[in-house]
């Protein structure tokens, strides 16, 4: 059964910074593009970045780029966004996610930028 | 990387028939058959039910279809069921290598 289970949200503050996690887990993690995917309170699904199998290759958003990183440790079957710079608007819950273009997510971990 | 464009409701009754357009540019949908349609009830994570444009994952049922037409793909929910209420969203690859999702879509079930 295929697995993805999300870690390291919180209230943060404007201008903090924030590492998320993702353990994966029912798959061969070493196949895949692995994403990361954001839903602001109440509104639309955001694509936020994605990353290739080996790591040779990561693609961002323009909101977040030179504020956010995507990467992965094949290793240990994880997945990572290191988030700097935090604004108001990144508030959201943070979908760990399966795939270059998304087939599937894990539950998600909130967000909370606020001072 | 701007979004696509889904209508904000789409209503039926049950047993109904009722289709969800979702249109970008040659530069996404009309440019690869790599559009997703999404199905997310309130609290949950979003659940694929359509991939390249048509397919359906194991264990999604069969009155859910998809289709592609130029820059606009489409979404068809047939016999409309109670639990068919809930959001829906397309996702398409881009030129950009990302992802680009639609705003969603909230179908009722009158």
């Known amino acids: 059964e295929v697995q993805l289970v999300e870690s390291g949200g919180a209230l943060v503050q404007p201008g903090g910074s924030l590492r998320l996690s993702c353990a994966a887990s029912g798959f061969t993690f070493t196949s895949y593009w692995m994403s990361w995917v954001r839903q602001a309170p109440g509104k639309g699904l955001e694509w936020v970045a994605n990353?290739?199998?080996?790591?040779?290759?990561?693609y961002y958003v323009d909101s977040v780029k030179g504020r956010f990183t995507i990467s992965r440790d094949n290793a240990k079957n994880s997945l990572y966004l290191q988030m700097n710079s935090l604004r108001v608007e990144d508030t959201a819950v943070y979908y760990c996610?399966?795939?270059?273009?998304?087939?599937?997510w894990g539950q998600g971990t909130l967000v909370t930028v606020s001072s | 990387q701007s979004a696509l464009t889904q209508p904000a409701s789409v209503s039926g009754s049950p047993g109904q028939s009722i289709t969800i357009s979702c249109t970008g540019t040659s530069s996404d949908v009309g440019g690869y058959n790599f559009v997703s349609w999404y199905q997310q009830h309130p609290g949950k994570a979003p659940k694929l039910m359509i991939y390249?444009?048509?397919n359906r994952p194991s264990g999604v049922s069969n009155r859910f279809s998809g289709s592609k037409s130029g820059n606009t793909a489409s979404l068809t929910i047939s016999g409309l069921q109670t639990e068919d209420e809930a959001d829906y969203y397309c996702g398409s690859y881009t030129t950009s290598s990302t992802q680009v999702f639609g705003p969603g879509t909230k179908v009722t079930v009158l």
């Open positions: 996610a399966v795939g270059e273009v998304v087939t599937f």
């Open positions: 390249e444009v048509s």
């Open positions: 990353i290739k199998q080996d790591g040779s290759e990561k």
